[in-house]
């Protein structure tokens, strides 16, 4: 019978895995999952990712194994490594996952595809989350997001068989090489999660039956929201469990609650977790569309916005979080711990950089992209360009540093956490600690401007002028004209009850 590869991308897993059950139906199955240079070297990629990915590709051997398979990792570009691979086990087919990724993926795919064109190699991609490919229009979307997510999971194929000159090879099957094999600096993120398929459904149990309960109510929080929020999102990212069944086991869950009662907190909670699942894909679907927005604003009106005058000092402070707003120099510095900071204080660092240091999207979401260990090419550029102001059509998000310790970390906790220098300064000055009096400073141990640094900025001022700007452009025709036509892309559509899909 004819062999039938399975190209793993980000779809490190075998449960709910169509391409993996489909080929396994057909023939022999030959798993093959591929380090690219072009990839684990690219402006928006992390050791930390690739620590992740090892991590589960270590649990997807396992799990191959268990049923009768193989994983092959390979290093090189592609399709060379395609090429290379099928002078020794040649191959009639290709099974895959789509990707929404960024544009190097997306090139890669395209190269892919016709290679296969021209070596009489079959090919075929199948859908795994609520993105539709060459979609016509943005009406009816979400209709196609609940048709995927309802229909049913994939099984697990019972038993796999590999090609049968597989041993005679010189290919070593299982084998992941370490970061520094590829070319790779050490993770430094020591407190990122840990990669995985079973770690995954580890993680929604404890969501869905212990942690979840008050999400809706902790979220916003990067106190509470650290065990509130869900924290399945980059093995949602890279595939080691599926939107689907992340879906379907919710709504299980929310049903089974429904029927008991003093459940409403935890109903409310799991019905606001499935609307950001929609919104997961509303997001990705943007770039699906339109991928140049990884590069250009969505209303091109914005072009010469913020281009030019870049202010590498402001950056770097940013950066570092060295900014002197405590709340974003802990969010900041959180994240390079562990790769994950709450959605809230995301849009906030991200509003910060774009309205108080006035900094244009593309290299603060090149850096940030590098820190999530969650990196979603589709929700972060769309994201990005939102809380940038540049979509055209979203309302003006602008955070008050201040106003969000003082309402998502009023007792300090988070930043005393991860700004030590602030950990003496008493709490009714931990949010502004430059209003400290110079003998206060003195005897808490904190001089500003020598152990914290002041304020980069002075936000009532810099945001004001930023808001101007935006909103000065807003009003012209060429802005509502750029508008109308974003909207008509991108622009979220009303669900039965009137409340739009974001």
Same mark, same amino acid.
């Given at each position: 019978m004819a062999v039938q590869l399975v190209w793993f991308k980000k779809d490190l897993r075998?449960?709910?895995? @169509? *391409?993996?059950?489909?080929?396994? +139906?057909?023939?022999?199955?030959?798993?093959?999952?591929?380090?690219? *240079?072009?990839?684990?070297? &690219?402006?928006?990629?992390?050791?930390?990712?690739?620590?992740? $990915?090892?991590?589960?590709?270590?649990?997807?051997?396992?799990?191959?194994?268990?049923?009768?398979?193989s994983l092959l990792i390979m290093r090189g570009d592609l399709p060379d490594a395609f090429e290379t691979l099928r002078k020794t086990l040649p191959f009639e087919k290709i099974w895959c996952h789509e990707e929404t990724g960024n544009d190097i993926t997306y090139k890669r795919d395209l190269s892919v595809q016709a290679w296969c064109k021209k070596n009489g190699v079959r090919y075929e991609e199948m859908p795994q989350t609520g993105v539709v490919r060459r979609l016509a229009s943005r009406d009816g979307w979400s209709a196609k997001w609940f048709e995927r997510m309802k229909a049913p999971l994939t099984p697990v194929p019972t038993r796999l068989v590999l090609p049968e000159n597989i041993a005679a090879t010189e290919f070593s099957f299982g084998v992941i090489p370490t970061l520094a094999e590829v070319g790779l600096s050490p993770s430094t993120k020591p407190g990122a999660q840990h990669g995985g398929e079973a770690l995954a459904h580890e993680e929604l149990e404890s969501f869905l039956f212990q942690r979840g309960k008050n999400y809706r109510y902790e979220m916003s929080s990067p106190v509470t929201g650290e065990s509130s929020c869900s924290r399945l999102s980059p093995y949602l990212t890279f595939g080691a469990?599926?939107?689907?069944?992340?879906? @379907?086991?919710?709504?299980?869950?929310? @049903?089974?609650?429904?029927?008991?009662?003093?459940? %409403?907190? =935890?109903?409310?909670?799991?019905?606001?977790?499935?609307?950001?699942?929609? =919104?997961?894909?509303?997001?990705?679907?943007?770039?699906?569309?339109?991928?140049?927005?990884?590069?250009?604003?969505? +209303?091109?009106?914005?072009?010469?916005?913020?281009?030019?005058?870049?202010?590498?000092?402001?950056?770097?402070? =940013?950066?570092? %979080?060295?900014?002197?707003?405590?709340?974003?120099?802990?969010?900041?510095?959180?994240?390079?711990?562990? %790769? =994950?900071?709450?959605?809230?204080?995301?849009?906030?660092?991200?509003?910060? &950089?774009?309205?108080?240091?006035?900094?244009?999207?593309? *290299?603060? +979401?090149?850096?940030?992209?590098?820190?999530?260990?969650?990196?979603? *090419? %589709? $929700?972060?550029?769309?994201?990005?360009?939102?809380?940038?102001?540049?979509?055209? $059509?979203?309302s003006i998000r602008v955070y008050s540093p201040i106003k969000q310790g003082l309402d998502q970390d009023p007792n300090g906790d988070f930043i005393r956490r991860y700004v030590p220098e602030l950990k003496n300064v008493p709490i009714e000055y931990l949010h502004q600690p430059e209003l400290m009096p110079p003998l206060f400073q003195q005897f808490h141990g904190c001089i500003i401007g020598k152990d914290y640094p002041a304020p980069i900025v002075d936000h009532t001022q810099s945001s004001k002028i930023a808001k101007d700007r935006i909103f000065a452009m807003r009003k012209t025709i060429e802005a509502n004209l750029d508008a109308d036509r974003v909207f008509k892309k991108h622009g979220s559509r009303k669900k039965p009850g009137g409340k739009a899909w974001r």
């Open positions: 075998v449960m709910d895995h @169509q *391409p993996l059950a489909r080929a396994a +139906a057909c023939g022999p199955v030959l798993c093959v999952y591929v380090v690219e *240079p072009a990839v684990i070297f &690219a402006d928006d990629f992390d050791a930390s990712h690739q620590l992740f $990915i090892n991590q589960c590709l270590q649990d997807l051997h396992q799990s191959l194994t268990y049923i009768g398979g469990i599926s939107l689907r069944t992340v879906y @379907q086991a919710s709504v299980e869950r929310r @049903q089974s609650l429904s029927a008991l009662p003093g459940n %409403g907190t =935890w109903q409310k909670s799991l019905s606001s977790f499935e609307e950001r699942l929609v =919104w997961h894909c509303h997001f990705m679907q943007k770039l699906e569309d339109e991928p140049a927005i990884e590069f250009h604003n969505m +209303a091109r009106v914005y072009d010469d916005l913020r281009e030019g005058g870049f202010r590498q000092d402001y950056f770097d402070a =940013w950066c570092e %979080g060295m900014t002197g707003y405590p709340m974003i120099d802990a969010c900041m510095r959180a994240l390079k711990h562990s %790769g =994950w900071v709450n959605f809230r204080m995301r849009a906030m660092l991200v509003s910060f &950089a774009s309205f108080d240091l006035w900094l244009h999207w593309r *290299p603060t +979401a090149l850096y940030l992209a590098k820190h999530f260990l969650d990196f979603e *090419p %589709g $929700i972060h550029y769309s994201q990005f360009q939102m809380q940038a102001g540049t979509t055209g $059509i979203n």
